[in-house]
Nanobody, 125 residues
Framework: HVQLVESGGGSVRAGGSLRHSCVGS????????LGWFRQVPGKKREGVAT???????RYADSVKGRFTISQDAASNTLYLQMDALKPEDSAMYYC????????????????????WGEGTQVTVS
């Protein structure tokens, strides 16, 4: 049974920074394709960033140059550093992982993610 436990998030003024963490546990946890996604109530879930086991990262255009995804494979921890935050970044943020290695991994791959965290709220004012 895989669990993804998030921490971080919170409220910040525009231009500020926040950092998310997500710790994976369970026999089925793999770092083939890890990602951060976000959702605003009433809107479709949006991919933010993904990272593969070999370190390849991909970002949504809306966060390129401002957000950085990284991982510590030894501790099964995924990070999302968010800088230069804007009010439009306000959302519930979720981490996610796949059970198998996908043919492609990117912010578009929310439909292929097998495991999801509970989500943490980010509010930028």
């Amino acid at each position: 049974h895989v669990q993804l436990v998030e921490s971080g998030g919170g409220s910040v003024r525009a231009g500020g920074s926040l950092r998310h963490s997500c710790v994976g546990s369970g026999d089925g946890f793999r770092n083939y394709c890890l990602g951060w996604f976000r959702q605003v109530p009433g809107k479709k879930r949006e991919g933010v960033a993904t990272i593969e086991s070999d370190g390849i990262t991909r970002y949504a255009d809306s966060v390129k140059g401002r957000f950085t995804i990284s991982q510590d494979a030894a501790s099964n921890t995924l990070y999302l550093q968010m800088d230069a935050l804007k009010p439009e970044d306000s959302a519930m943020y979720y981490c996610a992982s796949t059970q198998w290695r996908p043919t492609s991994c990117g912010p578009w791959y929310d439909y292929g993610m097998d495991y999801w965290g509970e989500g943490t709220q980010v509010t930028v004012s």
